[in-house]
């Protein structure tokens, strides 16, 4: 039987008591506070299921109609205009259901594969007292700021089996959202946080940081005052985030020196640092080596997605079995808007072995 939002919420607060009063070690709580959530998000996905209204307008619905009938008739399909473009945006709020993260980054659409995006920082000029009204000094750091993106192509394989094509066809149309979703959210995730910025990848959030914006670990071991070092770089936004993987997120909890204990319940209950909020993905890096970048702070809405208006779906057929295989491409780009507005924290030197000289 499912648990209600309130027994949820009072079996967390169980866990706070106890991690409070010593009952409960700080990993035991850790594992069960990230159950709880986890079974308390999926109840609010399933609520939030139930209550969401069919906001599709009529230029949506005919471009999933168009590939429900495609997909019958086996062909080849490009979709384009205004209900494609809408079409992509729908995609990308349905795949951030699926990866939480996604909603938070900007995301400019393009009208197809050929369109140069232009994507524009939130960030305006700060505003200050004039002495006089003769002039104003023009600010240096702060301004709208624009890049230009052209959209790359991403590549998915969606098996639709023969029982699915026979299917009505409001069946079909019902289901394609979500198979779309499942098949890029993963991989806009990835890009987001590690792509390369070459060879069509994105430019990921842990790539090229502007070295002054670093902070370094004293050892090779990532403690939690290295974390709050790092929180405290944006710590003036609200809406500001770090950005770790789970192992580098364990190893910070497992440090059990002095200083630790002041952060340590803020982080594993509420898992914010200095009121910074940390996010926990499995598509952040793990870096081991010395100079690796463990986690990047920032404010996710200074990320920008570009994205074109465009589908095209191409059927691959296979002998001997009933499935068709569709290579569905969509077109993407993205990048920091504003570089530094993004501060990183890397790995420092590993500790000398004892008898080594320091020479040596």
């Given at each position: 039987m499912e648990k209600t939002i309130n027994e949820i919420n009072a079996e967390l607060r169980n866990v706070s008591e106890a991690l409070k009063n010593g009952t409960m070690e700080a990993a035991e709580a850790r594992g069960s506070i990230d159950n709880i959530k986890a079974q308390k998000r999926a109840v609010e996905q399933r609520i939030a299921g139930e209550n969401r209204p069919d906001t599709r307008d009529s230029g949506v619905s005919g471009v999933y109609a168009d590939i429900a009938s495609a997909m019958r008739e086996q062909r080849k399909i490009t979709l384009g205009g205004t209900g494609a473009v809408n079409t992509v945006k729908g995609l990308i709020k349905e795949a951030s259901l699926k990866i939480d993260f996604l909603k938070d980054v900007k995301i400019f659409t393009g009208a197809n594969s050929e369109t140069r995006v232009t994507i524009l920082s939130p960030t305006v000029a700060r505003p200050e007292s004039v002495p006089g009204t003769d002039s104003v000094t023009e600010d240096q750091q702060a301004r709208l700021v624009s890049k230009v993106l052209t959209p790359k192509p991403f590549v998915s394989e969606i098996g639709v089996s023969l029982s699915a094509l026979t299917l009505g066809t409001a069946d079909i149309e019902k289901e394609l959202p979500g198979i779309f979703a499942d098949a890029y959210a993963e991989g806009w995730a990835r890009q987001i946080m590690t792509g390369s910025g070459i060879n069509n990848d994105f430019?990921?959030?842990?790539?090229?940081?502007?070295?002054?914006?670093?902070?370094?670990?004293?050892?090779?071991?990532?403690?939690?005052?290295?974390?709050?070092?790092?929180?405290?770089?944006?710590?003036?936004?609200?809406?500001?985030?770090?950005?770790?993987?789970?192992?580098?997120?364990?190893?910070?909890?497992?440090?059990?020196?002095?200083?630790?204990?002041?952060?340590?319940?803020?982080?594993?209950?509420?898992?914010?640092?200095?009121?910074?909020?940390?996010?926990?993905?499995?598509?952040?890096?793990?870096?081991?080596?010395?100079?690796?970048?463990?986690?990047?702070?920032?404010?996710?809405?200074?990320?920008?997605?570009?994205?074109?208006?465009?589908?095209?779906?191409?059927?691959?057929?296979?002998?001997?079995?009933?499935?068709?295989?569709?290579?569905?491409?969509?077109?993407?780009?993205?990048?920091?808007?504003?570089?530094?507005?993004?501060?990183?924290?890397?790995?420092?030197?590993?500790?000398?072995?004892?008898?080594?000289?320091?020479?040596?």
């Open positions: 430019e990921g959030l842990f790539v090229n940081v502007p070295a002054k914006n670093t902070v370094q670990s004293k050892g090779n071991r990532i403690r939690l005052a290295d974390l709050a070092m790092l929180s405290l770089q944006r710590r003036e936004f609200n809406d500001a985030c770090i950005v770790v993987s789970p192992t580098v997120f364990a190893e910070v909890i497992s440090d059990d020196t002095p200083e630790s204990a002041v952060y340590k319940q803020e982080l594993i209950f509420n898992e914010k640092i200095h009121g910074v909020r940390v996010l926990i993905t499995s598509f952040a890096p793990s870096g081991e080596a010395e100079g690796s970048t463990v986690a990047v702070a920032g404010r996710l809405q200074d990320y920008g997605m570009a994205v074109a208006g465009e589908l095209q779906l191409t059927p691959i057929f296979t002998r001997g079995t009933t499935t068709v295989s569709y290579q569905a491409a969509m077109f993407a780009n993205g990048c920091k808007i504003v570089e530094n507005d993004f501060w990183q924290l890397t790995r420092g030197p590993a500790a000398k072995s004892a008898g080594k000289s320091e020479k040596a």
